[in-house]
């Protein structure tokens, strides 16, 4: 049966039988793919309330699948379509903020009132647009929206990042901005209602920020497997919400929280001394591997890292969830580059 595809503010009619990559390219539609066998992933679209069959979506980790994204060379409607790229699958709207807070010496919180219609996933990330400028960052988001009805931000300081500096030395409480998004599959899902796997989440710096979110997604939802977070950074002075994270997994006994200091000084009890990754690979080391996912987040060499160790321990690639948060000249940590949800 022929359909017809909506892309772009077009329609397109798709011969019987066939994808929806090889109908916008017949089309003339730059579509970005390789191989066309389902491997690559490069073909990755969105669909905006329409079902998908198991091929479409085969090889793809289940939050892409919850987004409804897919594979455009596997996919063969039987019913008409409205596609996007991801990144057109975004919506840009004005937001406010409504509170700020000093979190540590050199990150600060911000709390975003959404001023229109907005959903996302706690772990997700949102560009933020300066009013008035044409500076573009990404930050993620650290608690649940839904829920407490505004975004919640940690954003480091970086000396000459220019989003950077106005958000911890300028912004204030009823300044607008536009936000972008949400991006990113770092956020807790529960498969079949299965929710006894264990969970590994390690960051550094503001890498904080997605894995609260999905650690307080994952206890919303009654996560009943044991949750490790590890939270990595120079000194003591560079970690923030050690004491809610302390309390939290007082409250929950399934949740273990290790801060972890790289270089020894003054510091509180139950902090360990360290190189993160040796932390991280103690934590693992009696974890269920086939059952295991993880999430790691922060200074993309440590990200890169924890990823190569987790799968040489024996952890399924698909279960390694990573949101490196990349440092360009002149731009903060904490924004990310070209969005990849791979």
Same mark, same amino acid.
């Given at each position: 049966?022929?359909?017809?595809?909506?892309?772009?503010?077009?329609?397109?009619?798709?011969?019987?039988?066939?994808?929806?990559?090889?109908?916008?390219?017949?089309?003339?539609?730059?579509?970005?793919?390789s191989c066309k066998a389902?491997?690559?992933?490069?073909?990755?679209?969105?669909?905006?309330?329409?079902?998908?069959?198991?091929?479409?979506?085969?090889?793809?980790? %289940?939050?892409?699948?919850?987004?409804?994204?897919?594979?455009?060379?596997?996919?063969?409607?039987?019913?008409?379509?409205?596609?996007?790229?991801?990144?057109?699958?975004?919506?840009?709207? #004005? &937001?406010?903020?409504? @509170?700020?807070?000093?979190?540590?010496?050199?990150?600060?919180?911000?709390?975003?009132?959404?001023?229109? %219609?907005?959903?996302?996933? &706690?772990?997700?990330?949102?560009?933020?647009?300066?009013?008035?400028?044409?500076?573009?960052?990404? @930050?993620?988001?650290?608690?649940? $929206?839904?829920?407490?009805?505004? !975004? %919640?931000?940690?954003?480091?300081?970086?000396?000459?990042?220019?989003?950077?500096?106005? &958000?911890?030395?300028?912004?204030?409480? =009823?300044?607008?901005?536009?936000?972008?998004?949400?991006?990113?599959?770092?956020? @807790?899902?529960?498969?079949?209602?299965?929710?006894? $796997?264990?969970?590994?989440?390690?960051?550094?710096?503001?890498? !904080?920020?997605?894995? #609260?979110?999905?650690?307080?997604?994952?206890?919303?939802?009654?996560?009943?497997?044991?949750?490790?977070?590890?939270?990595?950074?120079?000194?003591?002075?560079?970690?923030?919400?050690?004491?809610?994270?302390?309390?939290?997994?007082?409250?929950?006994?399934? !949740?273990?929280?290790?801060?972890?200091?790289?270089?020894?000084?003054?510091?509180?009890?139950? $902090?360990?001394? =360290?190189?993160?990754?040796?932390?991280?690979?103690?934590?693992?080391?009696?974890?269920?591997?086939? #059952?295991?996912?993880? @999430?790691?987040?922060?200074?993309?060499?440590?990200?890169?890292?924890?990823?190569?160790?987790?799968?040489?321990a024996g952890v399924s690639?698909?279960?390694?969830?990573?949101?490196?948060? !990349?440092?360009?000249?002149?731009?903060e940590a904490g924004s990310?580059?070209?969005? &990849?949800?791979?």
């Amino acid at each position: 049966m022929a359909t017809k595809l909506s892309y772009q503010n077009n329609i397109y009619a798709l011969q019987d039988g066939e994808t929806v990559l090889d109908g916008l390219l017949r089309h003339g539609q730059d579509v970005p793919n390789s191989c066309k066998a389902g491997a690559c992933q490069s073909c990755l679209m969105k669909a905006q309330g329409s079902s998908l069959d198991s091929k479409a979506q085969e090889g793809l980790k %289940e939050t892409l699948k919850a987004q409804n994204f897919f594979l455009a060379c596997q996919c063969v409607p039987d019913e008409d379509m409205d596609v996007s790229l991801p990144s057109l699958a975004e919506t840009t709207i #004005e &937001a406010e903020i409504i @509170y700020k807070e000093q979190l540590c010496h050199n990150v600060v919180a911000l709390r975003l009132k959404l001023l229109g %219609e907005f959903s996302c996933r &706690a772990g997700q990330y949102i560009s933020i647009l300066r009013n008035g400028t044409s500076v573009v960052r990404s @930050y993620s988001v650290s608690n649940l $929206f839904e829920q407490d009805g505004f !975004l %919640e931000l940690h954003i480091r300081r970086i000396e000459s990042g220019a989003m950077s500096v106005w &958000a911890c030395d300028e912004a204030k409480a =009823g300044d607008k901005i536009h936000i972008r998004g949400p991006a990113g599959d770092c956020f @807790y899902l529960a498969l079949n209602e299965d929710q006894s $796997f264990p969970l590994l989440l390690a960051g550094t710096g503001t890498g !904080l920020a997605p894995l #609260e979110g999905v650690v307080l997604d994952a206890l919303k939802q009654g996560h009943k497997g044991d949750i490790h977070i590890l939270h990595g950074a120079l000194k003591e002075d560079d970690l923030y919400h050690v004491d809610m994270l302390q309390a939290l997994s007082e409250e929950h006994g399934n !949740l273990i929280y290790t801060p972890c200091i790289l270089n020894r000084g003054n510091h509180k009890s139950g $902090f360990h001394i =360290g190189p993160l990754d040796q932390f991280v690979m103690q934590a693992l080391e009696p974890l269920d591997k086939t #059952e295991l996912r993880t @999430y790691f987040c922060g200074a993309p060499d440590m990200v890169n890292l924890l990823k190569k160790k987790a799968f040489l321990a024996g952890v399924s690639s698909k279960n390694i969830f990573s949101d490196p948060f !990349l440092i360009r000249e002149r731009k903060e940590a904490g924004s990310k580059a070209e969005t &990849a949800l791979s």
